[in-house]
């Protein structure tokens, strides 16, 4: 059975920096794309980056150019690299691999 746990949320003001993790167990990881999901207060959960298992990524276009999606395979963990943040990335941010979600961890940015 897979599980993911997302960690490294949190309060920053506008403009700074956060790193997400997203630890992954149960599953030959390095095989299987990862994604970053975010759901902010009454939306939609929306895709913000994808990584395959060849790390190749692609990114929301809110997220191009300020986010970085990576992976060590060797730790089971991808990684959400997130600069220049903005008020309207508060959300809970999840991770997905496959069928399987993590609890999510929560962003706010203050302005």
């Known amino acids: 059975q897979v599980q993911l746990v997302e960690s490294g949320g949190g309060l920053v003001q506008a403009g700074g920096s956060l790193r997400l993790s997203c630890a992954v167990s149960g599953s030959i990881f390095s095989i299987y794309v990862v994604n970053w999901y975010r759901q902010a207060p009454g939306k939609q959960r929306e895709l913000v980056a994808t990584i395959t298992s060849g790390g190749t990524t692609t990114y929301a276009d809110s997220a191009r150019g300020r986010f970085t999606i990576s992976r060590d395979n060797a730790k089971n963990t991808v990684y959400l690299q997130m600069n220049s943040l903005k008020p309207e990335d508060t959300a809970v941010y999840y991770c997905?691999?496959?069928?399987?979600w993590g609890p999510g961890t929560q962003v706010t940015v203050s302005s």
């Open positions: 997905r691999l496959r069928h399987s």
